[in-house]
Each structure stands twice: as C-alpha cells, then as structure tokens.
C-alpha cells in the first residue's frame, strides 16, 4: 500500500485540467447521508438534555423527581419533598427493609386537545431514598401543606448510641 492511497483527497489523471481535489464523503453518497442523520439525531438529542434534563430516566418525572432536602442529625433524619400541584391523596410514602418510597401521580387538569406547547410534566412518579434499618416506623412524623411533603423518622436507641465522633488530626 501506497502512503498516496490514505489520503483523503483525489487528483485528476487528465494532464489538461488542473487537479482536483476533494472530501470522501463527497464521493460516496452513503457516508454523506450516514453522516448527516448522525448529525440530524445528535441535535434532536441535545435539545432534549438542555429542556427536559430528566427525559431519559425509567419513571415519569425522571430520577430527580420530587426534589428532596435530607438532613440528619444524632436523634433523627429528616426529609423534605417538594412535590408542587399535588395533593396528599395523589402521594404515598413506604418505608420498606431501609428505603423510604415516594410515589405517586401528577394529573392533567384538563384535557385540552388544542394544546400547542406545555412544559408541565404529567404522569407517575417513584423516588427510593435508602434511610437505613435503624428507623422507629411507628413514631415517623408525616406532613403535607401547599405542595411540601415534610417527613421526620425518628431514630432507634441502639442507631443513637452507635453514633460516634471521630478527632480528626491535623
């Protein structure tokens, strides 16, 4: 093999024209159309990650889904979960083997067949948020108001003694 026969560019055999010179893909019309659906696709699917950052994931609203705020201190963990236009009969909160389940369903208000353009997000949605085995269930403080969902789970005796500080040296 010739090093002529790696590049990408051709030369006119005829000694009256001048040479030219072009791409590969101008030659074959197959690489081009592979080419420009790759390129086609490539913009569908980034204006998707730019709009809706959560399209993709298996639930509905995506992995992200309600928004939570989780703190935790020596006595108690406590979670925060913003779940807007819901009510709390569309919510359900399950603790199960160490993960606190959220879930539920986000209605249509209406059905609105002229409907061009809506960035609401409708549908059902499952958040699991592994809280640990060391919970009292029966103590667990539930509260819903104006689209918050604040949740307290109290920890065992045996989960708070086993709480320890570690000096870090410098």
Same mark, same amino acid.
């Given at each position: 093999?010739?090093?002529?026969?790696? +590049?990408?560019?051709?030369?006119?055999?005829?000694?009256? #024209?001048?040479?030219?010179?072009?791409?590969? %893909? &101008?030659?074959?019309?197959? @690489?081009?159309?592979?080419?420009?659906?790759?390129?086609?696709? %490539? %913009?569908? $699917?980034?204006?998707?990650?730019?709009? @809706?950052?959560?399209?993709?994931? @298996?639930?509905? $609203?995506?992995?992200?889904?309600?928004?939570? &705020?989780?703190?935790?201190? %020596?006595?108690?963990? *406590?979670?925060?979960?913003?779940?807007?236009?819901?009510?709390?009969?569309?919510?359900?909160?399950?603790?199960?083997?160490?993960?606190?389940?959220?879930?539920?369903?986000?209605?249509?208000?209406?059905?609105?067949? &002229?409907?061009? $353009?809506?960035?609401?997000?409708?549908?059902?949605?499952?958040?699991?948020?592994?809280?640990?085995?060391? +919970?009292?269930?029966?103590?667990?403080?539930? *509260? $819903?108001?104006?689209?918050?969902?604040?949740?307290?789970?109290?920890?065992?005796?045996?989960?708070?003694? #086993?709480?320890?500080?570690?000096?870090?040296?410098?």
């Amino acid at each position: 093999m010739n090093v002529r026969d790696l +590049i990408p560019w051709g030369r006119n055999t005829s000694t009256s #024209q001048a040479p030219t010179v072009y791409r590969e %893909d &101008e030659r074959n019309p197959f @690489l081009s159309l592979h080419r420009e659906v790759n390129r086609l696709f %490539d %913009d569908v $699917f980034r204006s998707f990650d730019r709009n @809706l950052p959560a399209l993709g994931a @298996l639930s509905g $609203f995506g992995a992200g889904w309600p928004s939570v &705020e989780i703190s935790e201190t %020596d006595k108690e963990i *406590r979670i925060t979960a913003e779940v807007p236009g819901l009510e709390e009969k569309d919510i359900e909160v399950l603790l199960d083997d160490g993960v606190l389940t959220l879930r539920g369903e986000k209605r249509s208000e209406t059905e609105d067949k &002229e409907k061009q $353009f809506s960035e609401r997000i409708y549908g059902r949605f499952e958040r699991r948020i592994p809280v640990g085995t060391e +919970i009292v269930e029966d103590k667990i403080d539930a *509260r $819903f108001k104006n689209g918050v969902l604040n949740l307290v789970l109290p920890k065992t005796e045996k989960a708070q003694s #086993q709480v320890r500080r570690i000096a870090i040296n410098s």
